[in-house]
């Protein structure tokens, strides 16, 4: 088990009409989130923000191109917000339209960044059938039209300002951990759920200041123990505005196993214990958290998701919180 894995690669492939540059198909992904170490809003009406929490699960689009076509044509047929991201790199690039698929292991209204995952690797595969680069600050542009939308554009963990669709600060990369999450049921409209106002005290807004730098401090550090404070600190914060009813007895557990705290899904129904893998005992205490998690909620609503690794990119970027 290794917290070390890379996000697939996006891959162009040609069609069979070899001779003609008119058809492509091309496959990318993008990988979603369990929820948030950290949501909340800065002071002196700052932004909303979250942190992100990778995870080793995608989205997966696969783009048919075809320049003779009008429109898009998606599956499953629901996914319209994909098609319009879909159709307005079509309309800024070279025209045309064609067929696109979704498909991957991020379910929905959980929390999970379902949909960001889905319109992020929706424009970098159809950027990919047309030969055109989708850099993040440009997949920021299309998605801002649409949605609300996690920073899952971006490898590693970052903070991102969800409702303007914008890159706060890269934070780093997470230490390998085992997620212990229960979805505690039903679905949760993030689009709704982010024009609810939120009405932040000016303490509450300092004290998320004050996170997001134990955040940054304690991923650059790899400090497992002030992560999951923050994360813990961030659920117990989100309860009047998303509560989960399994939040006390769920922190219970964590000290008690050994974890090092809880995440949540802050506009989601799920919620996890958060386990490094360099815990003594690891895979004893793993099977303890699935077990007493169990009694919680349904069995079958109990999965175990890892923490998605990167590859150091350097440091010292613009977007770096100083």
């Not at 550090?221 to 992560?227: E, L, N, W």
């Not at 939040?247 to 949540?264: D, F, K, Q």
Request: net charge neutral; charged share 20%; proline share 6%.
């Amino acid at each position: 088990m290794t917290g070390r894995q890379l996000v697939p690669q996006l891959v162009a492939r040609p069609s069979r009409h070899h001779g003609s540059p008119a058809r492509a198909v091309a496959v990318s992904s993008a990988f979603g989130t369990f929820g948030e170490l950290l949501q909340g809003a800065l002071p002196d009406d700052g932004p909303d923000f979250l942190v992100t929490l990778p995870i080793a699960r995608w989205a997966t689009a696969t783009f048919e191109y075809d320049s003779a076509r009008d429109g898009v044509e998606v599956f499953p047929a629901a996914k319209s917000k994909a098609r319009r991201v879909a159709e307005t790199v079509l309309a800024r690039a070279a025209g045309g339209g064609g067929t696109l698929t979704l498909s991957g292991s991020l379910p929905e209204g959980k929390g999970l960044a379902s949909s960001s995952a889905d319109l992020v690797a929706t424009a970098r595969a159809v950027g990919s059938a047309l030969g055109t680069d989708m850099p993040p600050p440009l997949i920021e542009d299309l998605l801002r039209q649409i949605e609300p939308t996690d920073g899952v554009m971006y490898p590693g963990v970052v903070a991102f300002e969800h409702r303007n669709v914008a890159l706060l600060a890269r934070l780093g990369v997470l230490p390998p951990m085992t997620i212990v999450g229960i979805d505690e049921g039903g679905t949760v409209d993030t689009v709704a759920f982010n024009r609810i106002p939120k009405n932040f005290t000016a303490e509450e807004r300092h004290e998320y200041a004050r996170l997001l730098d134990e955040a940054r401090t304690a991923l650059r550090a790899g400090d497992v123990a002030a992560i999951g404070r923050v994360a813990t600190r961030s659920a117990h914060l989100n309860q009047r505005l998303c509560r989960k009813r399994t939040l006390s007895a769920m922190t219970a557990l964590s000290a008690e196993i050994g974890g090092v705290g809880v995440v949540t899904a802050h506009s989601g129904s799920t919620i996890g214990l958060m386990i490094p893998h360099d815990l003594p005992g690891f895979r004893s205490r793993l099977a303890e958290a699935i077990n007493r998690c169990g009694h919680l909620v349904h069995r079958e609503r109990v999965y175990c998701y890892q923490t998605l690794g990167f590859e150091p990119t350097g440091s010292g970027t613009s977007n770096d919180l100083q």
